[in-house]
Nanobody
């Protein structure tokens, strides 16, 4: 499984961005997926997760009400709609996929920078 993120960039506080994660390869083996982020000097954290069918999602408290995770399995793509962005949301965002036997695959990441 290969994962490629896109959609990052520089945005002012209060703005919006939509990240995409395109999967290729053995996509029929993908189960849950998620978005993680890592800021300089900080540990990587799970931002949002979504089950295989998209029926259940979860978010870290700091993004609840501002971010929305979704996936389109027909397009093998996962999204993260981010609104009301804050400078503390600045980080490299990675997508992650869990495949059949529990292995995790990661994308290379996309930089999100929010200016104050």
């Amino acid at each position: 499984v290969q994962l490629v993120e896109s959609g990052g960039g520089l945005v002012q506080a209060g703005g919006s961005l939509r990240l995409s994660c395109a999967a290729s390869g053995s996509t029929n083996s993908i189960n849950a997926m998620g978005w993680y982020r890592q800021a300089p000097g900080k540990q990587r954290e799970l931002v949002a997760g979504i089950t295989s069918g998209g029926g259940s999602t979860n978010y870290v408290d700091s993004v609840k009400g501002r971010f929305t995770i979704s996936r389109d399995n027909a397009k093998n793509t996962m999204y993260l709609q981010m609104s009301s962005l804050k400078p503390e949301d600045s980080a490299v965002y990675h997508c992650m996929a869990v495949v059949n036997m529990g292995s995790r695959y990661w994308g290379q990441g996309t930089q999100v920078t929010v200016s104050s």
